[in-house]
Structures are given as structure tokens and as C-alpha cells.
């Protein structure tokens, strides 16, 4: 399908749903360079006691519910601003995406839509379903939303051992991730009702590399021509690399979790979506997919959720569970991992939060990092005061 067909369906997708609500994507300020190579250093335009205060409650734990607070990196105006890292980390280290990486996956099926590799309004598909299975007729487009109706339970798990990202990573479905998550049922209507499903996006990413890799002779080198067109096509177009994807048994990017990268790095990932999917004059992701990403999915059950990224809700905390970060507006959307790992990118203030860590897995704490991060945010003024070179 030419990629102006597919750019325009995705278009269409946003134009029928909430998009008139969506704050504008504030364009590269003149005379910023882009930070393919390193950031570009400002002086913050901030209310400075709120900030400091902000971060001497998470670096020096005064607050016990934001655990350990090891990066935090904020961008201006696309410029680096503020960087602060707790003892035994610099700007250097590597930490762990959690589910960050879905929203990763979310872009990598951007770029293959730009390279007219997928079209996400088409079946998805797997090797391991029959052709009148159900589940092969559900298009990428609702996988990457999760609404796809599959039977998974991560979020609410009652225990570690009840949980299915546990048997998925370090259970039964170890050896053949996708393998596992395949044989998950339907219990839903795809596309009526949004559940939190991290072998959705394993299934989407297996997906994925059937189209970039459409045969490999080994497990060894199925991940090396996977992660050779993740460097070309995506990594290095933007600077992220030293990061790095984990793969399964199989050669599988795990896709809903397990990327490395510094905060710096994963600063640059939120700039490419404040920035609409552009870099540095290139169109890496199709017109459309940044908003895409950031409109609410179809499920009626939840406010949450776009494709990929976590939306603050225009009403309200949010369901079926909390997810706002008030930084004096709406528009925020984020990539968010367990254990507290956020990049929040907020339109309207050209304002990209990156904070990495570790806090407790329990709903208290997580409305304290979603409490503190929206501190950090209400402490930076709108973009029009922000932006000016």
C-alpha cells in the first residue's frame, strides 16, 4: 500500500475520535540544534524553589512512597534543562524500560508503516492461529490500542505467581514468548474493552518481525537482522545508541518490556513524538501516528490509554485506574513502566519529564510518583514562555 494511502488512513483514525481535544505538537525551536549527537544545555525558565523542593523530597526520600528516585532528565524547549542522578548512577547508566517499551514497539510499527512494511488497519495475523481463528482477524490497530479482547491479567494480579507477566517472562512462556501469549483466548469483542495486555504487544512485535524479517535461518540470526533494521531505522536515526533491546529464545524482541537506555536517551525517544514523529527534517513515524498514539482507544471501559501511551483523561482521575499527572493542563501522555519508570512528554509546556527508579508496585505509590511528577510539571511555565530561542 503507497505510504501516503496508509498516512492518510491513519489520519482518518484521529480525525474520528477526540482529536479536536489534542494540543498542538510544538515544532523545533529556530537555533536548537537536535540532540542526535547530545543535548543542546539552557537555563530553565521555572518557578526554581518548586523544582528544587520537587527534587530534594525524591532524591533525599522524604517522601518513603517515591522509593529511589536514580534518574531524572527534563527538556525545555528541546533543550536539556535539568539532570540530576542519585549516588552510584551518572548520565552514562543504563537502566531498564519496564513496559516503556510498548510504547517503543508503538513507534517501531510507526517507522514500518513509513517504510510501507504494515498497514495497521489490516489483520495481524500469527503463524500459531488458523485463518478462521478470531483472534487472526483483529487488526494492529487494536492490538496496539488493547482493546483486543484477549483474556490476560497483569495489572490487579492479586500475586506474583497469579500474574501473566510473570509466566510470560519467567514461567512457562520463557523459551517461546509469543508462542505462550498465542494461546490466550478471546473473552471480549475486539475493540469494545480496553485490558492492560503485554502479550498483545509480544504478539505485535512477532508480528513486526515477520515483515522486516520475513525468513531467517536461525533464532541468532532472526535478533541480529531484527535489531541491525531497530538500529538503522529507528535507534541512530535519533541518538539512542547505546540502547538496547532484549530478545527471547526464539530471536523475539520481548516489545512490552526490557529496553536499556540512559534517561538522556530516553528523553530523546519523548522529543521525537513532541516533535510529531520528525527528526532533524526526517519524517521517521507517518503524519498522524503521534496522534494516534496519544487519542483515547475505543474501549468504553477506560480514559486512559491511546495506542502505546498513557493519556492523562480530560475528566477526572482516570479508569479503571488512576493515571493523571496534573501539570496544570490535560494534554500530557506518557510512556510508563513498572516500578516507577515515566518519560511524560506535555504539549503545551514543550516539557519532557523523564524520571527512573524503583517504587513498590502498589496503587499509594504509584499516586505519589503521579502526584510528584505532576509537581515537576506545574513548576514549568506554558510553551510560549518556554520556547523562544
Known sequence: MPRILIAALVLLCCATTAEAKLVPLPPQPA????????????EPRVDMAALNAAMDDAFGRKIP??????????IQGGRLV??????????????????????????????AVQQGLVNIDAPMGSPHWRANDRRAQIPWRTWLQMTDG???????APSVTASDAARKLFGPGRFDVARWCSGLPIIHDPGTHWNYNSCGIVLTTDALTRKVVPA???ASSRREQMLAWMRT??????????????????????????????????????????RDGVWDGRRVLPEGWVDYARTQGAGTNSDGYGAGWWLNPQDGPGRPR?????????????????????????????????????????PDAWDKLYDWMGRVGSAFPAAQQSTTP
Do not use: C
Not at 537555533?31 to 539552557?42: L, Y
Not at 527471547?248 to 540512559?262: K, P
Not at 516500578?339 to 509546556?349: A, F, H, R, Y
Open 31 to 42: 537555533g536548537v540544534a537536535w540532540p542526535t549527537q547530545d543535548w543542546t544545555v539552557g
Open 65 to 74: 512512597q517515591l522509593g529511589e528516585t536514580r534518574e531524572v532528565v527534563i
Open 82 to 111: 535539568h539532570e540530576q542522578y542519585a549516588p552510584g548512577y551518572t548520565k552514562d547508566t543504563r537502566l531498564v524500560s519496564w513496559s516503556m517499551a510498548k510504547s517503543v514497539t508503538q513507534a517501531l510499527v510507526g517507522v
Open 150 to 156: 484477549q483474556r490476560y491479567l497483569e495489572i490487579g
Open 216 to 218: 531467517a535461518p536461525s
Open 233 to 274: 531505522s529507528f535507534f541512530d536515526v535519533i541518538g539512542m545508541r547505546t540502547a538496547q533491546p532484549e530478545f527471547d529464545s526464539q530471536g523475539l524482541f520481548y516489545g512490552s518490556a526490557l529496553v536499556y537506555a540512559n534517561a538522556r536517551e530516553f528523553a530523546k525517544f519523548g522529543l521525537l513524538y513532541m
Open 322 to 362: 488512576r493515571v493523571l499527572m496534573d501539570t496544570g493542563g490535560r494534554d500530557g501522555f506518557s510512556a510508563q513502566g513498572h516500578e516507577g519508570q515515566i518519560t511524560l512528554v506535555v504539549p503545551s509546556k514543550d516539557l519532557i519529564i523523564v524520571r527512573l527508579g524503583l517504587i513498590a508496585e502498589t
